[in-house]
């Protein structure tokens, strides 16, 4: 009988620095056999532990197109996120996972897709944007729309220039704070309604981000008309166990590790005011 309370060991192949305080780690089981079983989905999380400071969730980031390999996205910001900057390649994590639902794939082929990410938000979304690249012919005209305080707060620099040469795809950016040489807008995220068409016709947008980012981005896309179950979203919660048992991440009814991360606009509405932001 599996017990979801075990994590299996993986090694460190790699770690890319992305900003200040975020890195990119890749991963890979230890245990051949158990990596070539193992599957998750676009959105997913898993619960990283290191010996001797604890354990947190953290979404993958890789692509469940891109088989072999796992990669994590990680903010130094806590105890746990702390000591996995600490580690370097060759150093052994802890995984247990994979956790919660999933960004839709097969349900948006055919659509135009709006991505539009605030910062480390964009690490989530990462998984389905470049799973919808492997699948490019599914899916109809793609936008990205990214946000940050600053350039160098940007993550997946050099991910966002390769996306803007694929065909039928535009890569808009905007940070708060410019540096010299700055070329893009200045601004929030929602100020990238002034540089491109955002239309809701046969469209679907997938947000993540703050929660003030994402109050003021769902109400510019039901302004640009979109449906409230036309804007999918994942939202963040300290979720401990990972499989609704804690109570950590209980919102009213739900529990966002199970019946989430990933919610659309109509029922992220629906949660209870005191931890509702929209």
Known sequence: MKNEYIPHAAVIEDVRKETFDTKTFRVRFKDTKYANGFEYKQGQFMEISVMGAGEAPISITSS????GFLEFTIRAAGKVTKAIHGLTKGDIIYLRGPYGNSFPFDEIKGKN?????GGIGLAPLRSLINMVFDHRKDFKHIKVLYGAK????????DELEAWKKIRDTEVWMTVDRPCDGWGCRIGVVTELWKDTHIHHENA??????PPIMMKFVTAKLVESGFKDEEIIMTLERYM??????CGHCNIGEKFVCVDGPVFNY?????LPHK????
């Open 266 to 270: 109509a029922e992220a509405r629906q």
């Open 204 to 209: 679907v947008s997938i947000v993540c981000g």
């Open 150 to 157: 600053t350039p160098d707060e940007l993550c997946f620099k």
């Open 275 to 278: 931890e509702n932001v929209f």
């Open 240 to 245: 401990k166990c990972g499989i609704g048992k």
């Open 113 to 117: 897709i709006y991505f539009i990410a």
């Open 64 to 67: 469940p197109s891109r088989k």
